[in-house]
DNA sequence: AAAGGCTTAATTGTCGACAAAATAAGATTA
DNA sequence: TAATCTTATTTTGTCGACAATTAAGCCTTT
């Protein structure tokens, strides 16, 4: 992966982190109840810095807080996950266009460079970087539209559900070589400065994307 | 307006909506430094609560706030605001497009006989109604996706962030006649169940609309 | 007089305790 | 036995105080 320039400075920061890694990775299980008290023992912080870390969580849509009652974890379902990848089909598209308007050469020569040592990679039969490839190349492009509200609602927040769902439902898949070369062609479409086919081919990338999942989802 | 199904529960609940509505319609200037003690006194509550409000409102991107530092209203400026208008584009229109789909008959009836007593009141000449019939059609449209996304991160979001310009660049404004046929336009293309040109035309309308408070900027 | 470092003041972060609300358990009544 | 009201326990919400960090003011030094 590329920078993942978030290091914590508070307390709150770092039990934020602990807290939305285990959730995403199943270690605090999907649907179930998080107790305060609970939590405050188990992490070893105050309960102040719990009720923070549970309510940035609840700004990710990583659990759902009631007034009163408490904070559960999300539920995955198959229509959380079409409502996930509607959105992202919208955002990402449009972060492909601005990509395509903002993005400096040096930012795009750089990523058609990941891309070409990414292929390398594959095509020596190291699927590990498959999945890092991919959350690296649409970490760019999010990064590369320089809208802080896309950066943030995307990577801040629905990427960390995205993973949520690849982690949890067992999608280390394949789609290697076709996802490949549809990244090709929207830095291609970037590269020439082409905001509607960038926008049009993520969007498309997105959709296959979002089936291949369902398809797997429905097949388990 | 339509339902503001807003109501609070908690004490941190009602100074978060009397926190943001001070931002916004501009009590609490922009850019200004939100002090902890200062707005504890001043709102007659606990430290607490008003750390979860400024915590709330930072997700709102209302305010932006620093580790160790502290939180300042987020200052207004015309990047700010095409980057707004830019995902309004991207998420708008996504909505528009699940409208089509997913909006019941009775809905979108509703929505025609909306646009109807609308029509009557600005054809009649009650330009107050203008402002608020166009936040009514908008909220029709995104709860009408069922994308709970989509919802919370345009209304609970975002929408607040559009009417702070709103309000503080003295938006009143025009774009009254054209404004409704562009509505009208979009509400045939969902009864129609056209998407794709549900999407389009909404895409199209927070352009015009983009374009249109960018030409106020620049003349102010 | 300007720049740098040190001390002091103010602000944010964290904690434990109390108050209020909700859930669970038990008793009473139909 | 089922349902409802009451009681008890647990959980969340709120508060004030202390700790840690940052910003401000003052002094020293060149």
New binding site residues.
């Given amino acids: 992966m590329t920078l993942n320039n978030e290091q914590p400075?508070?307390?709150?920061?770092?039990t934020f982190y602990q807290l939305r890694n285990d959730i995403v990775e199943g270690v605090i299980v999907s649907g179930c109840?998080?107790?305060?008290?609970?939590l405050?023992t188990k992490y070893?912080?105050?309960?102040?810095?719990i009720?923070?870390a549970i309510n940035r969580l609840a700004t990710c849509h990583l659990v759902e807080?009631?007034?009163?009652?408490?904070?559960r974890v999300v539920a995955l379902s198959p229509e959380g996950l079409v409502q996930l990848y509607q959105v992202r089909e919208a955002l990402e598209g449009m972060a492909a266009r601005l990509a395509a308007r903002y993005m400096s050469d040096e930012e795009i020569a750089a990523m058609q460079g990941l891309l070409d040592s990414h292929f390398n990679k594959v095509k020596g039969g190291e699927s590990y970087y498959q999945e890092a490839g991919d959350v690296d190349f649409h970490y760019r492009i999010v990064t590369g539209s320089k809208n802080s509200h896309l950066i943030s609602v995307l990577i801040d927040g629905l990427y960390h559900l995205v993973r949520m769902y690849r982690v949890q439902l067992g999608m280390a898949g394949p789609r290697v070589t076709t996802a490949f070369d549809e990244h090709r062609h929207i830095v291609n479409a970037i590269a020439n400065r082409d905001e509607e086919l960038a926008e049009i081919l993520m969007r498309r990338h997105i959709l296959y994307s979002k089936n291949n999942i369902e398809k797997k989802l429905h097949n388990a």
Same sequence: chains 1, 2.
Avoid: F, H, Q
Wanted: glycine content about 4%; aromatic content about 0%.
């Fill in positions: 400075i508070t307390s709150a920061d770092k109840k998080l107790s305060e008290t609970e405050s070893e912080v105050s309960r102040a810095v009720r923070e807080r009631k007034a009163n009652v408490g904070a």
